[in-house]
T-cell receptor, first 116, second 116 residues
């Protein structure tokens, strides 16, 4: 099946620094990738939709200048958390869409970000 | 408006007994429905999906779900629970957006505990 990887799986950074998270589709090309955020014991909340070669579409309430998304190729999307603060600590999960006409999303294993 | 309601936040069963995780949805369109499982600190794995074909959908690991339009339900069942089934389960509805894209709406999740 379709495999999505994320790197790193776990990162700790200091407040005020930036962190980049990579999402890769390993055995397929994905024109659309999604970034989700999950707080402890809560469901996934869509942050943004990333389309290859174009600007990401952010959900309401998500700061586009803080969460920079780049989808430079059909197999790679990156999420950069800029000027991180402790409240940005969370589990970030990406997914890639495949299939037609009904799409499925395959999810990466997630990245746990802790900001100290 | 599209929404998903998982009726139980926690379900506890004994190993070898049946599992029932309840999900109701609201959708203005004919929905596609999914069940995903998430083990601790892991990404999401697709268990099964409904895409307007057979109303009884069989998935991996012995799980199945029945789409009941009259009840707007998509409950997940398994005849006999295994210790490895302990995880968080998400019911998800997919609906189409303009331009051929679709969007996933996640339920709040049901934590399944399996006792020996």
């Amino acid at each position: 099946g379709a495999v999505v990887s994320q790197h790193p799986s776990w990162v700790i950074c200091k407040s005020g620094t930036s962190v980049k998270i990579e999402c890769r589709s390993l055995d397929f090309q994905a024109t659309t990738m999604f970034w989700y955020r999950q707080f402890p014991k809560q469901s996934l909340m869509l942050m943004a939709t990333s389309n290859e070669g174009s600007k990401a579409t952010y959900e309401q309430g998500v700061e586009k200048d803080k969460f920079l998304i780049n989808h430079a190729s059909l197999t790679l999307s990156t999420l950069t958390v800029t000027s991180a603060h402790p409240e940005d600590s969370s589990f970030y999960i990406c997914s890639a869409r495949v299939g037609h006409p009904v799409y499925e999303q395959y999810f990466g294993p997630g990245t746990r970000l802790t900001v100290t | 408006a599209q929404s998903v309601t998982q009726l139980d936040s926690h379900v506890s069963v004994s190993e070898g007994t049946p599992v029932l995780l309840r999900c109701n949805y609201s959708s203005s369109y004919s929905p596609s429905l999914f069940w995903y499982v998430q083990h601790p600190n892991k990404g999401l794995q697709l268990l099964l999906k409904y895409t307007s074909a057979a109303t009884l959908v069989k998935g991996i690991n012995g799980f199945e779900a029945e789409f009941k339009k009259s009840e707007t339900s998509f409950h997940l069942t398994k005849p006999s629970a295994h210790m490895s089934d302990a995880a968080e389960y998400f019911c998800v509805v997919s609906f189409p957006l303009f331009g051929g894209y679709n969007k996933l709406i996640f339920g709040a999740g049901t934590r399944l505990a399996v006792h020996p």
